[in-house]
């Protein structure tokens, strides 16, 4: 059993930041891309960044020189920083992981239950 369990969501004020933090645990082997996705009200799930085993990023065009991906593999755990936030960047957001529980195995998705950002004044 696999648990992503994310952390660091709120309400905060246009021009303000939160670091989202999601720590991945149970039977993993290892993992391969992790990444953040967000979800607003009557809105599809959208990719805001991910970032490979290797370190390579990807980032939203709407999210680029706001946000920044992080991971500490030893951890398991992705970081999320979010800088100039703005009121469109409500949504809930939620942590995916692509990883594998023994050697060998297919690669799978997992993803934790999503945590809310609120961009308010």
């Known amino acids: 059993q696999v648990q992503l369990v994310e952390s660091g969501g709120g309400l905060v004020q246009p021009g303000g930041s939160l670091r989202l933090s999601c720590a991945a645990s149970?039977?993993?082997?290892?993992?391969?891309?992790m990444g953040w996705y967000r979800q607003a009200p009557g809105k599809q799930r959208e990719l805001v960044a991910s970032?490979?085993?290797?370190?390579?990023?990807n980032y939203a065009d709407s999210v680029k020189g706001r946000f920044t991906i992080s991971r500490d593999s030893a951890k398991n755990t992705v970081y999320l920083q979010m800088n100039s936030l703005k009121p469109e960047d409500t949504a809930v957001y939620y942590c995916?992981?692509?990883?594998?529980?023994?050697?060998?195995?297919?690669?799978?998705?997992?993803w934790g239950q999503g945590t809310q950002v609120t961009v308010s004044s």
């Open positions: 995916n992981s692509l990883l594998r529980v023994k050697l060998g195995g297919p690669w799978m998705p997992n």
């Open positions: 149970g039977s993993i082997f290892s993992i391969n891309a």
């Open positions: 970032i490979t085993s290797g370190g390579n990023t």
